[in-house]
């Protein structure tokens, strides 16, 4: 059974501070990830897509693949209580793409 | 200028009704998806379409079917509704599954259905 973790939080972190999203992959199939925002009554919105080890940066995101741990992350930097939502992870490979439970992200102003 | 869109946002119905959810996307993508969301958040994948095929169909109680007219519409239909199929149904779609690794989905607004 292929799955996504991720910590269901809910996270809790002061405005302008660094928020530190986790996600963990069983599935070596897996080739891309991505990140996903949903606020509360919305659609997931994709923030980030990643498929090599290492760094991508995004303006205030930056998201980190390391696929020996199977492990993915999203750093947001100068956290906004606009930021504060549910954080999706997901994994794609051999067809299917399978979601994580979600990190709720609490940024307090 | 809706990319992918849902009809109805709202469905409210009683136990052992048959309803359906319509989706059309205007992106010229070739694959579109079900997910199931339920009251944990967890959005589960039930089934997906590339160009009009049915290619993934996960563990679903056959009382969903869906149904694929052309590559821009796909719609799911629901028999003899239980409570337990409470839950928000989103409706996505991709450029190419088969063809692109990164493949992002793009989402509707979702349906909320209540069974009662």
């Known amino acids: 059974q292929k799955e996504v973790e991720q910590n269901s939080g809910p996270l809790s972190v002061p405005e302008g501070a660094i928020a530190s999203l986790n996600c963990t992959y069983s599935?070596?199939?897996?080739?891309?990830f991505f990140w996903y925002r949903q606020y509360s009554g919305k659609s997931p919105e994709l923030i980030m897509s990643i498929y090599s080890n290492g760094d991508k940066e995004d303006g205030r995101f930056t998201a980190q693949l390391n696929k020996a741990s199977q492990y993915v992350s999203l750093l947001i930097r100068d956290s906004q209580p606009s930021d504060s939502a549910t954080y999706l992870c997901a994994a794609t490979g051999g067809f299917k793409t399978i979601f994580g439970a979600g990190t709720r992200l609490f940024v307090k102003a | 200028d809706t990319a992918v869109s849902q009809t109805p946002k709202y469905l409210v119905t009683q136990m052992g009704n048959d309803k359906s959810i319509k989706c059309e996307q205007n992106?010229?993508?070739?694959?579109m998806y079900w997910y199931k969301q339920d009251s944990k958040k967890f959005l589960k994948i039930m089934f997906s379409y590339n160009n009009k095929e049915l290619i993934i169909n996960e563990t679903v109680p056959n009382r969903f079917s869906p149904k694929s007219p052309d590559k821009a519409h796909l719609n799911l239909h629901i028999n003899s509704l239980e409570l337990g199929d409470s839950a928000v149904y989103f409706c996505?779609?991709?450029?190419?599954?088969?063809?692109?690794?990164?493949?992002?989905?793009?989402f509707g607004p979702g349906t909320r259905l209540t069974v009662l």
């Open positions: 992106l010229g993508h070739d694959t």
């Open positions: 599935d070596r199939v897996s080739q891309s």
């Open positions: 996505a779609s991709s450029q190419d599954y088969f063809t692109s690794v990164a493949d992002t989905q793009y």
